[in-house]
């Protein structure tokens, strides 16, 4: 009796094992698509407060911002002071643009993955004060950094 106690509690033991580690896997993978959605959510800071910090979020190169294919106006200007003077225009543009409308942070709640399928992950915030959703789009492969930034409006 004793041999078949032992049996069950080993077999128990096996199946809590299992378990665990299936959430820990959840839990994981959970883990990786809020760092997705953390990241976006400090860029995104960053640049309504004009932070400079924002400057090593962003594939300058790549990026498109709200309709404007900022990259490729980025990619044309002649030498790198230039190319500063863009970046430090842009976070100030930004942070202005955001006051001037009265816009709040803490309004843009449900930070989110919505896409990891495709060459990009997008991350989507809901805006609050209109319902419209916020999408950030960063490369799979490669340094994070966000190549995107477009508003999906409230459908």
Not at 8 to 35: D, H, M, P, Q
Not at 66 to 73: A, C, F, H, P, S
Not at 78 to 107: C, H, T, W
Request: positive net charge; contains cysteine.
């Amino acid at each position: 009796m004793r041999h078949r106690a032992a049996q069950i509690s080993f077999s128990t033991i096996i199946i809590i094992g299992v378990i665990i580690g299936l959430a820990l896997t959840v839990e994981a993978v959970s883990f990786i698509k809020n760092r997705d959605a953390d990241f976006c959510r400090r860029a995104l800071y960053y640049l309504v407060k004009g932070r400079p910090a924002a400057e090593k979020m962003i594939d300058w190169n790549q990026l498109k911002a709200v309709g404007l294919d900022t990259g490729k106006e980025y990619s044309g200007l002649p030498n790198d002071n230039e190319r500063k003077m863009f970046r430090k225009v842009f976070i100030n543009s930004f942070a202005a643009g955001f006051l001037k409308v009265k816009g709040e942070f803490k309004k843009f709640v449900h930070w989110r993955v919505i896409d990891r399928k495709s060459d990009f992950i997008i991350v989507a915030a809901d805006y609050k004060k209109t319902g419209d959703t916020l999408l950030f789009a960063l490369p799979k492969k490669g340094k994070k950094k966000i190549q995107s930034i477009q508003w999906k409006e409230k459908e």
